[in-house]
């Protein structure tokens, strides 16, 4: 059974930083896409930031580009979120996704809406507090 699991969570100050792992077991993550989904209190999944199987193609939400950095490591099964200059808007739940339905436009690579995936991670908690 395939499994995600994510760590590296946590409670900061603003402006301070994190960095999420997700480690895939029973699954070779090398020709999936991976990303990265957040969920705050009485809001809607949000596709945070994905990488493409080759891990040429990234995506970033418009709120966290210049802060976060996805990437992946194929032969560890795992995939990391470095968060930077933390707001507190960007407390929320965070989940890994493997398998994440992406579009491809032109030069624009971003997650399909609702957020689609083959597997999910159970989540891990960010706080940010001001």
């Known amino acids: 059974q395939v499994h995600l699991v994510e760590s590296g969570g946590g409670s900061v100050q603003s402006g301070g930083s994190l960095r999420l792992s997700c480690t895939a077991s029973e699954l070779t993550i090398d020709h999936y896409a991976m990303g990265w989904f957040r969920q705050a209190k009485g809001k809607e999944r949000e596709g945070v930031s994905c990488?493409?199987?080759?891990?040429?193609?990234?995506f970033y939400a418009d709120s966290v580009k210049g802060r976060f950095t996805i990437s992946r490591d194929n032969a560890k099964k795992t995939v990391y979120l470095q968060m930077h200059s933390l707001q507190p808007e960007d407390t929320a739940m965070y989940y890994c996704?493997?398998?994440?339905?992406?579009?491809?436009?032109?030069?624009?690579?971003?997650?399909?809406?609702?957020?689609?995936?083959?597997?999910w991670g159970q989540g891990t908690q960010v706080t940010v507090s001001s």
């Open positions: 996704a493997a398998g994440v339905k992406t579009e491809l436009a032109g030069n624009s690579y971003y997650p399909a809406r609702p957020a689609t995936a083959d597997y």
């Open positions: 990488i493409s199987g080759s891990g040429r193609l990234t």
